[in-house]
């Protein structure tokens, strides 16, 4: 069973940068829609970003966008959401989702990692 394993979250002061990384267990990566979202405490959860097949598709939330990069390293079978400018309101667990290109739905989920933004 595929497994999602994100990282590279943390503590960062307000306008901070993290990269945040997503892995998989069966590294195959490469062949999925991938997904970023995150969870704020006491709220729903957000999508962030995606980026399909190719790292020139890709597409944000409007708070993302120019703020926020998603890429892959192929070699790598890795997915990364560069996250700059950061902000308070921006702390939550963020995670990563798969989802084949021909389906809608996200089916496979990570736990999480914490981005705490202190002001």
């Known amino acids: 069973q595929v497994r999602l394993v994100e990282s590279g979250g943390g503590l960062v002061q307000v306008g901070g940068s993290l990269r945040l990384s997503c892995a998989d267990s069966?590294?195959?990566?490469?062949?999925?829609?991938v997904g970023w979202f995150r969870q704020a405490p006491g709220k729903e959860r957000e999508f962030v970003g995606v980026?399909?097949?190719?790292?020139?598709?890709?597409n944000y939330a409007d708070f993302a966008k120019g703020r926020f990069t998603i890429s892959r390293d192929v070699r790598r079978n890795m997915v990364y959401l560069q996250m700059n400018s950061l902000k308070p309101e921006y702390t939550a667990v963020y995670h990563c989702?798969?989802?084949?290109?021909?389906?809608?739905?996200?089916?496979?989920w990570g736990q999480g990692t914490q981005v705490t933004v202190s002001s």
């Open positions: 069966t590294r195959t990566l490469n062949s999925y829609v």
């Open positions: 989702a798969t989802r084949l290109r021909t389906v809608s739905e996200f089916g496979v």
């Open positions: 980026i399909g097949l190719n790292n020139e598709n890709t």
